[in-house]
């Protein structure tokens, strides 16, 4: 596993676990896009180029 998938899932853990009335899928997607936004997450990690 990559640095990014740790560190993707240890924010995805950090998000869920807050206390809010947030649907789980809206905070997975936020985290996704907050991450891919960052830098830390790359969309070629989370969808290989050759896919798209």
Known sequence: MEQAHTQLIAQL???ILAA???PL???FAETVKN???SG???MA???P???I
């Open 13 to 15: 853990n950090e998000r």
């Open 20 to 22: 809010d009335n947030t």
């Open 25 to 27: 899928y809206i905070k």
């Open 35 to 37: 991450a891919v936004r």
């Open 40 to 42: 830390c997450w790359s």
């Open 45 to 47: 990690i989370f969808c």
């Open 49 to 51: 180029v050759s896919v």
